[in-house]
Protein backbone atom coordinates (compact mmCIF):
# COMPACT_ATOMS: atom_id res chain seq x y z
CA UNK A 1 0.00 0.00 0.00
CA UNK A 2 1.22 3.09 -1.27
CA UNK A 3 1.46 6.45 1.43
CA UNK A 4 -0.44 9.35 -0.26
CA UNK A 5 2.21 12.21 -0.47
CA UNK A 6 1.30 15.27 1.38
CA UNK A 7 2.88 18.47 0.18
CA UNK A 8 2.27 21.51 2.16
CA UNK A 9 1.23 24.79 0.13
CA UNK A 10 4.02 27.38 1.50
CA UNK A 11 6.58 24.80 0.18
CA UNK A 12 8.58 25.85 -2.73
CA UNK A 13 8.95 22.74 -5.38
CA UNK A 14 11.87 22.32 -7.54
CA UNK A 15 10.33 22.64 -10.94
CA UNK A 16 7.06 24.72 -11.70
CA UNK A 17 4.32 23.88 -14.91
CA UNK A 18 2.67 27.03 -16.27
CA UNK A 19 -0.63 25.37 -15.24
CA UNK A 20 0.41 25.94 -11.63
CA UNK A 21 -0.27 29.55 -12.74
CA UNK A 22 -4.00 30.04 -13.85
CA UNK A 23 -3.88 33.66 -14.53
CA UNK A 24 -0.63 33.48 -17.09
CA UNK A 25 3.03 34.96 -16.63
CA UNK A 26 3.48 38.13 -17.18
CA UNK A 27 7.40 39.54 -18.25
CA UNK A 28 8.35 42.53 -16.38
CA UNK A 29 5.04 42.71 -13.93
CA UNK A 30 6.95 44.93 -11.68
CA UNK A 31 9.51 46.50 -13.25
CA UNK A 32 7.84 50.55 -13.31
CA UNK A 33 7.03 49.97 -9.59
CA UNK A 34 10.40 48.82 -8.36
CA UNK A 35 12.09 51.48 -10.94
CA UNK A 36 9.62 54.17 -9.00
CA UNK A 37 10.99 52.93 -5.71
CA UNK A 38 14.13 52.31 -6.75
CA UNK A 39 17.29 54.23 -4.69
CA UNK A 40 19.74 52.92 -6.45
CA UNK A 41 21.45 54.46 -8.18
CA UNK A 42 24.63 53.15 -11.00
CA UNK A 43 27.65 55.28 -11.35
CA UNK A 44 30.12 55.64 -14.56
CA UNK A 45 33.18 53.74 -13.98
CA UNK A 46 35.51 56.96 -14.34
CA UNK A 47 32.66 58.20 -10.84
CA UNK A 48 33.40 55.06 -9.36
CA UNK A 49 36.93 55.11 -8.82
CA UNK A 50 37.47 58.19 -7.32
CA UNK A 51 35.06 56.79 -4.44
CA UNK A 52 36.88 53.65 -2.46
CA UNK A 53 32.63 53.05 -0.76
CA UNK A 54 29.42 54.31 -0.30
CA UNK A 55 30.55 56.62 2.46
CA UNK A 56 32.94 58.67 0.57
CA UNK A 57 29.98 59.02 -1.80
CA UNK A 58 27.45 60.35 0.60
CA UNK A 59 30.63 62.80 2.06
CA UNK A 60 31.41 64.39 -1.29
CA UNK A 61 27.64 64.67 -2.38
CA UNK A 62 26.89 66.43 0.60
CA UNK A 63 29.48 68.42 1.10
CA UNK A 64 28.57 69.71 -2.12
CA UNK A 65 24.89 70.25 -1.21
CA UNK A 66 26.71 72.23 1.81
CA UNK A 67 28.47 74.48 -0.38
CA UNK A 68 25.88 75.29 -2.54
CA UNK A 69 23.73 76.28 -0.06
CA UNK A 70 25.53 78.56 1.38
CA UNK A 71 27.11 80.19 -1.83
CA UNK A 72 23.16 80.67 -3.72
CA UNK A 73 21.60 83.55 -2.43
CA UNK A 74 17.94 84.43 -3.39
CA UNK A 75 17.64 86.95 -5.97
CA UNK A 76 16.68 90.48 -5.22
CA UNK A 77 13.47 91.44 -7.01
CA UNK A 78 13.43 95.62 -8.07
CA UNK A 79 10.24 97.52 -6.59
CA UNK A 80 10.70 99.80 -9.89
CA UNK A 81 11.68 102.71 -6.95
CA UNK A 82 14.89 102.70 -8.60
CA UNK A 83 13.62 103.00 -12.08
CA UNK A 84 11.39 105.94 -11.16
CA UNK A 85 14.58 108.07 -9.31
CA UNK A 86 16.43 107.61 -12.53
CA UNK A 87 13.73 109.19 -14.67
CA UNK A 88 13.03 112.21 -13.22
Same mark, same amino acid.
Given at each position: ????????????????????? %????? #????????????????????????????????? !???????? !?? #???? %???????????? !???
Amino acid at each position: MKKNKITDKDELRPVYKRSDF %PGGLV #RGKYTKQLNESSNVIVLRPEVAKAFPNEEAVNN !ALLSLINI !AQ #RTTR %PIRRSTGSSKKR !ASR
